[in-house]
C-alpha cells in the first residue's frame, strides 16, 4: 500500500485491475458499476489496506462480476449467498477486511434472509449494494427495489408492488453503518466506503446506480447521462435535508450516513465464548 499513496487515480485503477488477464469487462456502455467500482479501489487504497488483506466477495449479477476484475483475494458465488460465504469467511480468518458486491436482486430477494441476519449478528462486513432498481443480467425483471409503477420485463404495465428501502431495512435490522451513495456522487461515494471498511460491525452501503440496457430503456430514459441527472435531482444530501420542507423532500431519496452506532461486534463475541470455555469460565 506504500505504493498506492504515490499514484494517481487512474494509475491507482491500473495497480488494482486484472487488466492484462480479464479484460474487456462486460458491462455495457454507461452502465454505473464501472464508476463504483472505481470508488472502491480508491476506499481500499485510502485505508491503506494491503491487497491480501482484502476479500471481496460477490454473488451473481451483472454488479457480482467485478471481483473477477480487481486483483484482491476474491470469490464470486452463488446468487444471493455472498454474504453468507463472506460471513464464513470472516468467521475463519477475522483479521481479513472482507468486502461483499452485490445487487438488489441478489441482496434483497434471494438473499434477503441473510441480510437481515447479518444486520442482527453485527459480523464485522462491509456490503456495497449496486442498486439499479432491476435485475440487470438475467434480463429486466422487476427487483424488490424497483419503484412502483416502473416498467421491467415482469412488470409490463409498471410494477405495483411496493419497493423496499434497502437503508431502512438494514437499520431496521441492526446494521451499525447504513449510508446511500450514487453514481452521480463518485468522489462522495468513495469516503462513504472507506467509512462503512473502517467501522467496526456490518456496514451497508446502498449505492443508487444505472442500468441504461433494461431499466433505462423500459422507463424512457434517453441516455446514462440522463439517467445521472435523475440521480442528481432526485437526491438530498442528509446534511441538506434537516432545512427542507416536507413537500420539498417529497420522492426524494436521502443520501450520505443514515446511521452510525456502536454494538459488539460477532466475531470478538465469538472469540470470548471460546476463550471463556476454555478457561472453565463458562
Ligand atoms: Fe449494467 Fe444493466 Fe448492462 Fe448489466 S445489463 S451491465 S446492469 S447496463
Ligand atoms: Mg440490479
Not at 447521462?225 to 442528509?238: A, F, G, I, K, S
Amino acid at each position: 500500500m506504500e505504493k498506492a499513496r504515490e499514484l494517481n487515480p487512474s494509475e491507482l485503477m491500473h495497480e488494482y485491475l486484472r487488466h492484462k488477464k480479464r479484460f474487456p469487462h462486460l458491462w455495457c456502455s454507461g452502465c454505473g458499476i464501472g464508476t463504483i467500482m472505481g470508488a472502491i479501489i480508491r476506499a481500499i487504497a485510502d485505508c491503506e489496506l494491503d491487497r491480501d488483506s482484502v476479500v471481496m466477495v460477490s454473488g451473481i449479477g451483472c454488479s457480482s462480476r467485478m471481483p473477477i476484475y480487481v486483483d484482491f483475494n476474491t470469490l464470486h458465488t452463488t446468487h444471493g449467498r455472498p454474504i453468507a460465504f463472506a460471513t464464513g469467511i470472516k468467521l475463519a480468518r477475522p483479521e481479513l477486511e472482507v468486502i461483499v458486491v452485490t445487487g438488489d436482486g441478489d441482496v434483497a430477494a434471494i438473499g434477503g434472509n441473510h441480510l437481515i441476519h447479518a444486520c442482527r449478528r453485527n459480523i464485522n462486513l462491509t456490503v456495497v449494494c449496486i442498486n439499479n432498481n432491476i435485475y440487470g443480467m438475467t434480463g429486466g425483471q422487476a427487483s424488490p427495489t424497483t419503484p412502483q409503477g416502473k416498467v421491467a420485463t415482469t412488470a409490463r404495465y409498471g410494477d405495483f408492488e411496493r419497493a423496499f428501502d434497502l437503508c431502512d431495512l438494514t437499520a431496521g435490522a441492526g446494521a451499525v453503518f447504513v449510508a446511500r451513495g450514487a453514481v452521480y456522487y463518485a468522489r462522495q461515494l468513495e469516503k462513504l466506503v472507506a467509512q462503512a471498511i473502517r467501522k467496526k460491525g456490518f456496514a451497508f452501503v446502498d449505492v443508487i446506480s444505472q442500468c441504461p440496457t433494461y431499466y433505462g430503456r423500459f422507463n424512457k430514459f434517453k441516455s446514462p447521462v440522463e439517467m445521472l441527472y435523475w440521480q442528481r435531482d432526485n437526491t438530498v444530501n442528509v446534511k441538506a435535508a434537516p432545512k427542507m420542507k416536507p413537500e420539498e423532500l417529497e420522492g426524494k431519496l436521502i443520501t450520505g450516513v443514515l446511521a452510525d452506532r456502536d454494538y459488539p461486534e460477532f466475531t470478538e463475541l465469538y472469540d470470548e465464548l471460546i476463550a471463556d470455555l476454555a478457561a472453565g469460565r463458562k
